[in-house]
T-cell receptor, first 114, second 113 residues
């Protein structure tokens, strides 16, 4: 099983709203990631959590606030977003052993900021 | 900063033909290279990876080749099918990072029936 789930699938919000994106995996992976993807572009790293601790923040504005409640869950809290934040937000978890090191992605949340 | 790039932004092939998607990378200190397939409206789907100490790895209908001398990565798809139509990204994992991926620009593969 290499499934990463994300909710909601689509989200439309105003610039004054507060919303949260959720990500879940039950593969026992201890590193989880948030990426942002604009149309026709590759995903760009936002945050990395390793063993439930934030290890990388790629200079993301504070209107994006990540949270890792436990090893299976990853949230991204959104507040006072701008229209240019509209994008596909992808969650991934890392599978690493002696022979492989890769990430499995969820289906993403399509966010539209009005 | 260093990044992974692609030679061909679009590739159109006939159903049944073999496809080759290329990628040039500049970071020689990466441990793993990965190919992802992304269909419209979906997240990237893992296809195959290769470790930096290998030069070839085969999967089901796919083969990844790594040429470290010229820093080149390629994905070969045998007997391409309409369901293979998607954007393909190569990505690398730097050996001193947190496993985060550095993606190439992507190649759109269109399969004509």
């Amino acid at each position: 099983d290499t499934e990463v789930t994300q909710t909601p699938k689509h989200l439309v919000m105003g610039m004054t709203n507060k919303k949260s994106l959720k990500c879940e995996q039950h593969m026992g992976h201890r590193a989880m990631y948030w990426y942002k993807q604009k149309a026709k572009k590759p995903p760009e790293l936002m945050f990395v959590y390793s063993y439930e601790k934030l290890s990388i923040n790629e200079s993301v504005p504070s209107r994006f606030s990540p949270e890792c409640p436990n090893s299976s869950l990853l949230n991204l809290h959104l507040h006072a977003l701008q229209p240019e934040d509209s994008a596909l937000y992808l969650c991934a978890s890392r599978s690493k052993d002696l022979s492989t090191d890769t990430q499995y992605f969820g289906p993403g949340t399509r966010l539209t900021v009005l | 900063g260093e990044s992974v790039g692609l030679h061909l932004p679009t590739l159109s092939v006939q159903e049944g033909d073999n496809s080759i998607i290329n990628c040039a990378y500049s970071n020689s200190a990466s441990d793993y290279f990965i190919w992802y397939k992304q269909e419209s409206g979906k997240g990237p789907q893992f296809i195959i990876d290769i470790r930096s100490n290998m030069d070839k790895r085969q999967g089901q209908r796919v083969t990844v080749l790594l040429n470290k001398t010229v820093k080149h990565l390629s994905l070969q798809i045998a007997a391409t099918q309409p369901g293979d139509s998607a954007v393909y990204f190569c990505a690398e994992i730097p050996n001193r990072g947190q496993g985060n991926l550095i993606f190439g620009k992507g190649t759109k593969l269109s399969v004509k029936p």
